[in-house]
C-alpha cells in the first residue's frame, strides 16, 4: 500500500534555532517527491521537488534532501523565523502501469516557531 | 490578479442547500483539481481535469459535481451535503508541458473555501 508518514506530527522551536522534518514512504514506482507549506487558512505552496536522480535542493533557508534507496526525505530549515510557523506537507508522486500517476500526501508536520 | 483565485472563502450552508464554489486560475495552466481537506487527514484528491475534460474521479458521491467550462474556470457544485462534508476544499492548477502523466507536473494551490455543513 502506497503510504507517506511524517514525522514529528508536530514541533516547536525557537525562533533562529534549526529544525529537521521527517518524510518517509513506500509509494512505489517513484517519480518525485515534493515539500509544501501550508500556513493556516491558506492553500498548499510548493517549496521543492525533487526527482530520483537529485538527493538535495535548496530553496532559501529551505533545504531539502532524498534518499531513493531507503526512500526517506528530510526538510531542513535553518535559522527558523516566525513566519515560518505551518504545517509542511511532503507529496510522493507514483507513475502507474499503462501511464497514469498518483499523488500520496502525507498528514504533515505542524511546526510553531516562538520567540 | 494572479495565481488560483477561490471563492467564497468561508461557506456554511444546510444540508438541504445547493451551493457552488468557484475556482479561477490566472496561470495560462490546462489542468485544475479538486481537492478535500479534513482536520488531521491528508488531502484527498477529489477530480482532475485536463483540457476541460474530466480524467478522474476519486470515486467522489454524487452530492459533488464538478463543472470545468474552460481550462481557466473550475467549479463545484454542492447539494444535500452530509455534516462530514465540512472540510477546506482546495482548487489546484499546473501545466502539463509534454506527454507525461499529468499528477507528476508542480501544482499550484488556491487559497481554500472553508465550507461547514450544518
Known amino acids: 500500500k502506497n503510504q507517506v508518514e511524517q514525522s514529528p506530527q508536530s514541533l516547536i522551536i525557537l525562533e533562529g534555532k534549526n529544525c529537521t522534518l521527517q518524510c518517509n514512504y513506500t509509494v512505489s514506482p517513484f517519480s518525485n517527491l515534493r515539500w509544501y507549506k501550508q500556513d493556516t487558512g491558506r492553500g498548499p505552496v510548493s517549496l521543492t521537488i525533487m526527482t530520483f536522480s537529485e538527493n538535495t535542493k535548496s530553496n532559501g533557508r529551505y533545504t531539502a534532501t532524498l534518499d531513493a534507496d531507503t526512500k526517506q526525505s528530510s526538510l531542513h530549515i535553518t535559522a527558523s523565523q516566525l513566519s515560518d510557523s505551518a504545517s509542511y506537507i511532503c507529496v510522493v508522486s507514483a507513475i502507474l502501469t499503462g501511464g497514469g500517476n498518483k499523488l500520496t500526501f502525507g498528514t504533515g508536520t505542524q511546526l510553531k516557531v516562538e520567540l | 490578479e494572479t495565481g488560483v483565485t477561490q471563492t467564497p472563502r468561508h461557506l456554511v450552508m444546510g444540508m438541504t442547500n445547493k451551493k457552488s464554489l468557484k475556482c479561477e486560475q490566472h496561470l495560462g495552466h490546462n489542468a485544475m483539481y479538486w481537492y478535500k481537506q479534513s482536520a488531521k487527514k491528508p488531502l484527498e484528491l477529489m477530480f482532475v481535469?485536463?483540457?476541460?475534460?474530466?480524467?478522474e474521479n476519486n470515486s467522489v458521491p454524487s452530492r459533488f459535481s464538478p463543472e470545468c467550462p474552460n481550462s481557466s474556470h473550475l467549479f463545484l457544485h454542492l447539494h444535500t451535503l452530509q455534516p462530514e462534508d465540512s472540510a477546506l476544499y482546495l482548487c489546484a492548477s499546473s501545466q502539463r508541458r509534454d506527454r507525461g502523466p499529468l499528477l507528476i507536473y508542480e501544482q499550484y494551490f488556491g487559497p481554500g473555501t472553508r465550507l461547514t455543513v450544518t
Open positions: 481535469y485536463n483540457f476541460k475534460e474530466q480524467t
